[in-house]
Structure formats: C-alpha cells, structure tokens
C-alpha cells in the first residue's frame, strides 16, 4: 500500500518538544486524537479535544502509569492488517478501531541514569508499553506510521498536506529509526544492569566478579559528527557516543574554534586527554602528543613552565601535535603555544586572555573539557579485529610509592623516587615498548613503537641529545633521571642504555627470568632500581 491516510492518532511522548503544536495541526486536518497521561492534559491544556487512551480500552491506567496501553484494543489498532478479511472482522467483533499513526518517544531512562537517581527510579523509569508500541507500529508500517522524534514531526505535516497522508517509503524510514530506538534503548537497559548498576549495587558488584564479561556484549551508541575522512582520504568515518555516557571525554568536549575534528585529531585528543588526567588534581601539568603518543610532559609551579618544559623535550615532534593540559589555560601559556604549528589544544577551561590569544589562530582546534577523567575509573575499552571483537577492562591501574620494592643494593633518594612515578604515568601512556627518561617533573626522552626495548631505549636518548643541543644545554637531561620500562626489562642490555644515558635509577615491572642478571647489572653501576609488579603494555 502506498499513501495512507491518517485518520486517528495515539500521542504519547515523555519528551513533550512541540507535541502540542503537532495535535494542534493534526487536529486542524481532521485527525482524531488520543492520548495518554501527561500528554492528553497538555493537549486539553491546549484546547482541543482528546480521547483518553482509557475510553478506548475500558479500563484505567493503573499500578502508577504501569499498565495502561498494553491492551488488545491498543495493539489491535496498530497490528491490524486493513486489507486482511480476518484481520477486519476481529477488529468489528472486537470493537478495535485503526489507529493510523503513533507519536510516541520512551521514559527517560539514560537521562535517569545519568543524573545519579537511586536505583529504584532508575528502574521506573525503564518503558514497558511504550517499547510495546513501537514495535506494533513499526511491524505494520504498510499501514501505520511511527514517529518517534519530534524532529520528524514537520515532514509528517509535509507529507498529509501534499498527498493526503504518509508515503510507504517515508513509513519504512521511521519504522527504521523506530526499531534503532528501541534496541538502543533495550541495549542501554542492559548495559546498565551488567555494568553501571554493578558498580554501585552490591549485589550487582558480586555478579559482575562472577561473570566480568555478559554472554551478550549491549551496546548503545548514537552517530554524532560524520568526519571528512578516516586515518587517511581513502576512509571513511564518523563518531559515535555512547546513549549513556559514564565519563565525558573528546566527544563531549567544547569546540570554541578552529576547523572541524579529524578521524587522527579525535584519536590523538584522546590519548592526550587520557594522559594528562593522570596528572589530574596535581600541579600544573602539559602533554604534547603526537600519532597518538607523547612527545614532552611536564609538571611544573606554573602552566607556561610546564609547557616550556615539555615542548623542550622534543621541540621538532611537537610540531603538529595535539597538547592537553590538567589545568584551566592562562594567556601566557596559549600566547606561547601559539608560536609553533598546533593541532589541537585540550583543557579544563580557559580565561579569556587564553581564547583571545587562540581566536589568533584561527585553524587551531580549541576543545574545552568540563572535568579530566579521573584514571582509575572502571570501564571496557573495545578492540575490533577480523571476525571479531577484543574486549579488556581499561587499564586503571595506579601505582603509588609505597607499591614500589626496591631491588637494589642502593636505595633511590625521594627526588628519585618522585622522578620514578612520573616517568611511570608517562610511560603508561606510550606505545610498547616503551621507555621514558624523566627529571625533575619533565620528561627528558621518549621511545616508543620499538620492536625491542633496547632500540626504544637507544631513541629516547637521542631526543635527550636532540634537545640538549637545541637547547644549549651542558648535558642532556637523562643525566641523573630516572628511567621507566612499561614492561619488564629481559636483559641487562636494557640497564646499559640506562648507564649509557646516565640515569641514576630505573623504574620496571619486574618478573623477567632473567632479574637477578638485571640487578646485579644495576647494582655494578651503582644505580637504584625499583618494581611495580605491575606492566602497562600499549598496543
């Protein structure tokens, strides 16, 4: 069936954007209205005339709005096939009459979820008989039609106004977007009750032990800005968020300027985001990124030290790179980063001197954050692969100074330990294997990708070199820094770079076969080295 015309419409919408302009023009073309609850007393607030949905189905609403639309005489309406000879008679035997378009949008679930409700309200708001609905309506599109956003709601006008009701195409399309809403919606449910509720509910945190990982993976994302192209031109790509987002991030973030946000620029902005959180709460803190890894971090007094800082770790990658900061910009420091060639820059605010200096800039991409996320949060991070998907739960963990086990012969001063935990933070963050000198809050040199760790060793110190000599200084700055493995170090191979480079200690996961060889190497050279019995592998 092609065109259908709409005779009698079933309104019933939590979010109420426009319902009663949309009755009161339903209502002008001759359609008859019905309607339920908060909506029908909108409509009649309105003036017009509208059915309960109680004087069709002869019976209240009742248990608290629980039951009131899962009814024959409701579902008869939306299912009834109207060239179907059986179908019809029911319908006349039964006293059910066609209902030819449903207006409907669910309870606010996400919403509930993610204002902090208590889990009770959490649970009430979960739709029963509006899911119902929608899937009655969606299944027979040959002849009803379903909207299910208000955004919709000019095209229906359109539609009846230029042909006397609904196109089968235009049906099609909603019955679509209305069969995505509802397993969106049945997904964040799910979602919900597998991971966020057992986070916060005891009995939930028992069960998620038990079984970290659903037999059924839910997911709810929403397609947000389509991106000019992939990783390079030939790809496509866009972004999607989750329906409930736990921790805002780059998605969420403020653009105040600059062009649109790249498939690389998204990736690299998160990485920033994700490392420069680690410092969260901290003193002032700058991360300068690049193909997704660090190039300089610096914690420092103030914001435009700790960017003169990390930019002078490794001044040529900088150049192009994304740079994420743990505190609200200040002008000073925007005017300075502007003096080189900046991507994307990342923060928790900005004063206005910062946004003026920036709007100088006018192709730099300044996204502002409501808050760093915080690193030790729960939370899955997914993979794709051929045939599949790898899931893990993120690495949150956190090492501290009372976790570190000193294996040497010599004790590591407090400075040096303190150089040891941000090399540490630093070298989460690097893609494996990963080595990071770092002195005094600054990173001193950085490798990363490498085959073997011994070449990633070898790389970090030639920026240390590079930026000693860019910089004019007397020595590089891995002379008496502190050195870190993301993983462990399997042979003493991996001391010598560190002696080589002048590091006075070494900071690793510890649990190579070979240990005793790599401790006794550092305790020959008379330098400290600790354990964290933890690996921070970055594939």
């Keep these: 069936m092609s065109t259908v ?24 073309r001759g359609v008859e209205l019905v309607s339920t609850g908060g909506t029908a007393k909108a409509i009649r607030e309105a003036g017009l005339a509208v059915k309960d949905i109680s004087e069709l189905t002869g019976f209240p609403e009742m248990m608290d709005g629980r039951v009131k639309t899962l009814h024959p005489v409701v579902h008869g309406g939306l299912l009834a096939v109207r060239d179907d000879a059986a179908h019809l008679a029911s319908m006349q035997e039964h006293g059910i009459g066609a209902i030819d378009l449903l207006v409907i949008n669910l309870y606010p679930f996400e919403a509930t979820v993610a204002k902090g409700a208590r889990r009770d309200d959490v649970v009430e708001n979960i739709d029963i008989g509006g899911p119902a609905m929608v899937r009655s309506s969606a299944k027979n599109h040959a002849f009803v039609t379903v909207l299910t956003d208000p955004a919709d709601y000019a095209e229906l006008l359109a539609q009846i106004d230029a042909d006397g009701g609904t196109s089968l195409a235009f049906r099609i399309r909603m019955a679509a977007k209305a069969y995505a809403l509802t397993a969106a919606y049945d997904a964040a449910i799910a979602g919900w009750f597998a991971f966020a509720d057992a986070y916060t509910n005891p009995l939930g945190a028992e069960a998620l032990k038990a079984e970290p990982f659903p037999p ?8 947000g800005d389509v991106l000019r192209y992939g990783e390079n031109p030939h790809q496509t790509a866009a972004v999607y968020v989750p329906r409930m987002v736990a921790t805002p991030g780059v998605p969420q973030a403020r653009q105040v300027q600059g062009k649109e946000l790249s498939y690389n620029n998204l990736n690299d902005a998160d990485a920033a985001l994700e490392l420069i959180a680690e410092f969260k709460g901290g003193d002032p803190a700058v991360a300068i990124i690049k193909h997704a890894n660090p190039c300089g971090v610096a914690q420092a007094p103030t914001l435009l030290g700790a960017w003169e800082a990390a930019l002078a770790c490794d001044s040529v990658s900088a150049f192009g790179g994304i740079v994420a900061t743990n505190v609200a910009l200040d002008g000073p420091t925007a005017e300075a980063i502007c003096q080189i060639f900046t991507e994307v820059v990342i923060a928790p605010g900005a004063d206005d001197a910062a946004i003026a200096a920036f709007a100088a800039k006018k192709n730099l991409r300044l996204l502002l954050v409501d808050c760093l996320p915080d690193p030790a949060r729960p939370g899955l991070q997914l993979k794709t692969i051929a045939g599949g998907l790898l899931v893990q739960s993120r690495d949150a963990g956190i090492i501290g100074s009372d976790d570190l086990r000193v294996v040497t012969k010599r004790q590591p001063t407090a400075q040096e330990l303190a150089d040891c935990l941000f090399a540490w933070k630093v070298a989460k963050h690097v893609k494996s294997n990963a080595i990071v000198f770092a002195k005094d809050g600054t990173t001193a040199g950085i490798g990363a990708g490498q085959m073997n760790r011994r070449d990633s060793g070898r790389i970090a110190t030639i920026r240390a070199r590079e930026a000693a000599e860019t910089a004019g200084w007397d020595a590089p700055r891995t002379a008496g820094s502190a050195m870190a493995s993301d993983a462990f170090l399997p042979f003493a191979d991996g001391i010598d770079v560190a002696i080589e480079a002048g590091a006075s200690v070494v900071i690793q996961p510890g649990g190579a076969m070979r240990d005793d060889e790599v401790i006794a190497a550092a305790d020959a050279a008379g330098i400290a080295m600790v354990f964290t019995g933890m690996r921070h592998f970055r594939h």
């Design 216 to 223: 059924t993976l839910p997911m709810a994302f929403a397609r």
């Design 5 to 28: 015309a709409i005779r009698r419409a079933l309104l019933s919408v939590s979010d109420k954007s426009g319902i009663v302009e949309l009755a009161s023009a339903l209502a002008a």
